[in-house]
């Protein structure tokens, strides 16, 4: 695991580079740099894997994984893994109390990305690759151009929704207000490197 505290002009200028529509959007980092998960893991609440439909990552039990290429997996896998978690599609990102959503993104070769909304609406969070936590406040703050040979996540293609109660009884709510726990941690240790720093209009 390695964990990095990078200058906010360091983020800025990757992050801004990777994802255009960030530049017009009001955002904060949450979390250092981190590669010891990714974004799917990061949806499903786990920071202490990688999770991915294929033969050589974790993924959920007993659910399809591809033979293919890494980044050639379909839509169905990834709702079928999150089904296990207490998800169900749903048709509207709008935030519902007593609910907590995901939105999946893709392009034109499969699933690239998944974000998680805020237990209390308060924007979506994605974890960027190997990089930072990142609070936007729509999920299109990270969408982007459907090539595959960009760095963009595509579109959001799928949105599903669970209960507070699934995701109490998923361990779910534990680990991520955890990690909540432990990023504020972080920022006590490292005073110099302050989320309000992150602020970006």
């Known amino acids: 695991m390695t964990v990095q505290f990078r200058s906010a002009a360091e983020v800025l200028?990757?992050?801004?580079?990777?994802?255009p529509n960030l530049a017009r959007a009001t955002w904060h980092v949450s979390s250092p740099s981190d590669d010891s998960y990714q974004c799917i893991a990061w949806a499903a609440g786990f920071t202490d894997r990688k999770a991915w439909p294929h033969e050589d990552s974790w993924w959920f039990p007993n659910c399809s994984r591809s033979d293919t290429m890494p980044e050639?997996?379909?839509?169905?896998?990834?709702?079928?893994?999150?089904?296990?978690?207490?998800?169900?599609?749903?048709?509207?990102?709008?935030?519902?109390?007593?609910y907590q959503k995901?939105?999946?993104?893709?392009?034109?070769?499969?699933?690239?990305?998944m974000a998680r909304q805020h237990f209390l609406g308060?924007?979506?969070?994605s974890k960027l690759g190997d990089y930072e936590d990142i609070?936007?406040?729509e999920p299109e703050g990270?969408?982007?151009?459907?090539?595959?040979?960009?760095y963009h996540y595509?579109?959001?293609?799928q949105i599903l929704k669970r209960s507070w109660?699934?995701?109490?009884?998923?361990?779910?709510?534990?680990?991520?207000?955890?990690?909540?726990f432990a990023h504020w941690l972080l920022r006590l240790l490292h005073p110099s490197w302050n989320r309000s720093r992150w602020n970006v209009v």
């Open 13 to 19: 200028a990757q992050l801004s580079q990777y994802h």
């Open 72 to 98: 050639e997996v379909p839509l169905d896998f990834f709702v079928e893994g999150f089904v296990t978690l207490g998800y169900r599609p749903c048709d509207s990102k709008k935030f519902e109390f007593g």
């Open 102 to 113: 995901v939105v999946i993104y893709a392009n034109e070769l499969g699933v690239t990305h």
């Open 122 to 125: 308060h924007g979506w969070l």
């Open 135 to 137: 609070v936007h406040p």
């Open 142 to 150: 990270v969408a982007g151009d459907m090539s595959p040979l960009s």
């Open 154 to 157: 595509g579109e959001v293609v």
């Open 165 to 180: 109660w699934s995701a109490a009884k998923n361990l779910s709510l534990f680990r991520c207000f955890r990690r909540a």
